[in-house]
């Protein structure tokens, strides 16, 4: 079996964010009040020192795919279709760009990640719920 050349993070990011088109964070906020789902895959630290988007689901980044497929034993209640719009949220918009692309190979062809992260939503002016 042929082993293929490794590559660089920002190679990588460079390859999946090409699969599919982010968006920024006034686009994230309509799509929400369109009925897309927001997902934080922040760390619990970064929500408490930080705050939440309110609506949005907290999803702790290793527990993404089994919360997000829709044929999943532990899916969200809100993982009802592969068609369904997700916005995932990391704090600066590099985590979520490989989460993004994960959900597109379970199906969830929707799917886009924000750019800039939570910290670009924050910076909008947009809805956040104080910090603990």
Request: glycine letters at 8%; proline letters at 5%.
């Amino acid at each position: 079996m042929a082993v293929s050349a490794p590559v660089g993070i920002d190679e990588l990011l460079e390859r999946v964010r090409a699969k599919y088109t982010r968006i920024d964070p006034r686009e994230a906020y309509a799509a929400s009040r369109s009925g897309a789902l927001l997902v934080d895959i922040r760390y619990q630290a970064l929500r408490d020192s930080d705050g939440l988007i309110p609506g949005a689901l907290v999803v702790e980044r290793n527990e993404l795919e089994w919360r997000l497929d829709p044929r999943g034993s532990h899916r969200a209640a809100e993982a009802t279709s592969h068609d369904l719009q997700v916005v995932v949220i990391c704090n600066e918009g590099y985590a979520s760009s490989l989460a993004a692309a994960s959900l597109h190979t379970l199906g969830l062809h929707r799917a886009t990640d924000l750019t800039g992260g939570f910290q670009a939503w924050r910076s909008a002016g947009l809805p956040v719920t104080a910090p603990s």
